[in-house]
């Protein structure tokens, strides 16, 4: 064997990535060349030295790589409630009370986006617009990342951002006003998928029929949120029990859902009870502008 | 020295479970692989480059585009098959070209063909920790590969600095296993080659 040509071979042989022929055969000529055995020495020295001349990227590297990849989760106490929130540089992504633990919010959140997780601080901006959201306030859409949700999420989502604090609106109401008026299962799928309850207050939407419906947390925590909004729970389950779904004014002839804000100014001696829109429309009363009851008249 | 070389086979199978792990979202997955090749791939992207700046801005893109593939575009089969370590370096790799273009070189110009006829030392006789404790060849040595042709600078980063094993040069490069050999050998004479410029000039510089 050549000189040349064992040389090109004792760097792979230092690792062990050659065949035992070519190795014995080298080891061979090792043995009679003084000159490619210093050679072998030296690359060995060499080798060991290398990793020491690795240059090192700045600290913040990994912390930037990390941020900009994954979403970042933190938690606090609110009122009795472990609040989990996940959130990534353009905003809320999901707001949790019932996770068990660090785990189990986290595997929830895979479950809903198919993304991991990392701790990190919440900001102060999406810590406060999270505290406003569970006292009722309305959050701005800034301070939301709606990425990974459909169009239609993003739709129905939006759109009961603008039911007031205190009222409550049916499915069918809301199936109407993203103008899919029989997707109202559709919605309701939504609703029970919010990844953001509080802060889109899918607690005020409820059945057509009465009754305050399904929620993520329980009925009766929609009812205690719904009622710590103002919204008059009791007016409503008495309301259904009768099978009435709007009120109108004998004065103004206007008629509304019974939670607007309208229609719980209308005095005892004013009121007329509907069953149904037709009903109202057939007795000359016009829809409330504000509530836009007839929309639920799916 | 054959013990300190950490390429190879042994860390295969971890980086595959590594793999599996981002892929399915698990906890802390992804924060364990940019941590165990944020070095690696700043050395190699600085190395090709030698700009700092752009060397952090290929590796965050690289991690992104790694993240983004292992998350939303690879089924599991196709994660499984990965070998992850290359696989990280070739996307760090073609970043680098893409950026490179723009400096006008070429990482692709083939090896010039160097043999000065003697077969004598590949590297010159310095004692391991001779270098770290003398400053001035340990400068030497960066001042040398600083100079080296884009190729062969990267193929002593790759198995030097990354002690990654043929086969993942190979799969990192897309050139043969008996090619980067040979590539391997001309690049530690050309290694040689500017140390001994070096120290020449080193020593006009001091009129010795
Ligand atoms: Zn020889
Ligand atoms: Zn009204």
Not at chain 1, 222 to 248: C, H, N, Q, T, Y
Not at chain 1, 281 to 298: D, I, N
């Amino acid at each position: 064997m050549q000189c040349r040509n064992v040389l090109t071979h004792i760097d792979a042989m230092r690792t062990d990535e050659i065949d035992s022929q070519d190795r014995d055969r080298i080891r061979q000529h090792l043995d009679d060349c003084p000159s490619c055995e210093e050679s072998v020495t030296d690359l060995e020295g060499f080798a060991a030295l290398a990793r020491s001349l690795r240059h090192s990227p700045s600290e913040s590297l990994a912390e930037r790589v990390c941020s900009s990849v994954l979403d970042s989760y933190d938690s606090f106490d609110l009122d009795g409630d472990r609040v989990w929130v996940a959130f990534s540089s353009a905003g809320l992504r999901m707001v949790d009370i019932a996770a068990a633990d660090e785990s189990d919010f986290r595997e929830r959140y895979r479950k809903r986006f198919g993304r991991e997780l990392r701790r990190a601080p919440i900001p102060e901006n999406c810590r406060k617009s999270v505290e406003a959201a569970m006292l009722g306030l309305p959050i701005g859409l800034d301070a939301i990342d709606f990425s990974g949700l459909t169009e239609f999420e993003r739709d129905v989502l939006t759109t009961i951002r603008k039911i007031p604090r205190g009222e409550v609106r049916p499915y069918a109401w809301v199936a109407r006003a993203v103008r899919r008026p029989r997707a109202i299962r559709a919605v309701g799928n939504v609703m029970a998928n919010n990844p953001m309850p509080f802060v889109l207050p899918c607690h005020r939407v409820v059945p057509s029929s009465g009754g305050v419906g399904n929620y993520a947390f329980g009925p009766d925590r929609k009812r205690r949120v719904l009622r710590s909004e103002g919204a008059p729970i009791e007016l409503l389950d008495s309301l259904a029990r009768e099978g009435v779904r709007f009120v109108g004014s004998a004065t103004t002839r206007i008629y509304c859902f019974p939670s607007c804000r309208d229609a719980r100014r209308i005095r005892e001696e004013n009121r007329v009870p509907f069953r149904s829109a037709e009903d109202a429309a057939r007795k000359g009363f016009r829809a409330c502008l504000r509530c836009m009851p007839e929309t639920a008249s799916a | 020295m054959r013990s300190t070389w950490t390429g190879g086979t042994a860390l295969t199978a971890d980086s595959e479970q590594l793999a599996l792990a981002v892929h399915e979202s698990r906890d802390g997955a992804f924060e364990r692989l940019v941590a165990r090749f944020e070095t690696s791939l700043f050395n190699y992207a600085n190395r090709l480059l030698q700009s700092p700046l752009d060397a952090q801005e290929v590796v965050q893109d690289a991690f992104v585009r790694a993240h983004h593939a292992l998350t939303s575009q690879y089924d599991g089969r196709r994660v499984r098959e990965l070998a992850l370590k290359p696989w990280l370096f070739r996307i760090a790799r073609n970043l680098s070209l893409n950026r490179r273009r723009g400096h006008n070189h070429d990482l692709e110009r083939p090896l010039s063909e160097f043999d000065d006829g003697r077969i004598g030392p590949l590297v010159p006789a310095i004692s391991v920790t001779g270098i770290v404790e003398a400053r001035e060849e340990r400068d030497a040595l960066e001042r040398a590969i600083e100079s080296l042709p884009d190729d062969a600078r990267e193929l002593i980063v790759l198995r030097f600095m990354e002690e990654m094993s043929y086969q993942e040069i190979a799969k990192c490069t897309g050139q043969t296993e008996s090619a980067l050999r040979g590539r391997v050998f001309r690049s530690l004479k050309l290694l040689r080659a500017a140390l001994s410029e070096g120290e020449a000039q080193s020593c006009n510089a001091e009129t010795c």
